[in-house]
């Protein structure tokens, strides 16, 4: 019982950490990447899609992403959709294509984004406590039933402290690695 649990809890931890990952990328550092429009929504006969499952996105230059929709009625929605979005760029419409300069980050931007990060980064750090915690009590609930001993469950408690610690870790090494990366000019 107590390797599952370890188990569940250290690939929860796990997908907490990809998870961070994935909300990083979205946030940008002044160069140009295709994953940025990823999260960027888009109506698409009567339900919201993501962009790229309706447009080509491609990277003209560093600083330039070009997005080519398949159907030429959803260039204006898609533009639209990139404008509204959080990630403040402003697309031009070249009649088939779009393009989506990455505007220079200022310094006060930057330290915006630095705060969004760490953000993030907390956000990510509390859920791996609250699996922490829910692990604990799991191991609780099993002394209580008379499943484990407390000698079991101690070390359990120590085994899975371990992994938070080194989850967290993992947590302040991304977070250190996208604050230099945003602050770079």
Same mark, same amino acid.
């Given at each position: 019982m107590i390797p599952e649990l370890k188990k569940t809890a250290e690939q929860? !931890? *796990?997908? /907490?950490? $990809? /998870?961070?990952?994935?909300? &990083?990328a979205k946030v940008r550092t002044g160069r @140009?990447?295709?994953? &940025? +429009?990823?999260?960027? !929504?888009?109506?698409?006969y009567g339900s919201m899609v993501p962009v790229n499952q309706v447009a080509n996105i491609t990277l003209i230059d560093a600083r330039t992403i070009g997005v080519q929709t398949? $159907?030429?009625p959803m260039l204006p929605k898609v533009e639209k959709a990139i404008r509204d979005s959080d +990630?403040? &760029? %402003?697309? /031009? %419409? !070249?009649?088939? +294509? &779009?393009?989506?300069?990455?505007? @220079?980050?200022?310094?006060e931007r930057r330290r915006d984004l630095t705060k969004v990060v760490r953000h993030e980064g907390e956000n990510a750090k509390v859920a791996i406590r609250n699996l922490r915690r829910d692990a604990n009590q799991q191991l609780k609930d099993a002394v209580k039933d008379k499943l484990i001993s407390e000698d079991d469950e101690r070390r359990a408690e120590d085994d899975i402290q371990k992994l938070t610690d080194k989850y967290v870790a993992e947590i302040d090494k991304l977070l @250190? *690695?996208? $604050? *230099?990366e945003l602050m770079q000019i």
């Open positions: 929860k !931890m *796990q997908k /907490s950490v $990809e /998870s961070l990952k994935t909300d &990083l @140009a990447h295709t994953g &940025l +429009l990823d999260h960027v !929504m888009v109506e698409y398949w $159907e030429k +990630l403040g &760029l %402003n697309p /031009s %419409n !070249m009649g088939e +294509l &779009l393009r989506v300069p990455m505007p @220079a980050l200022t310094e @250190a *690695q996208k $604050e *230099q």
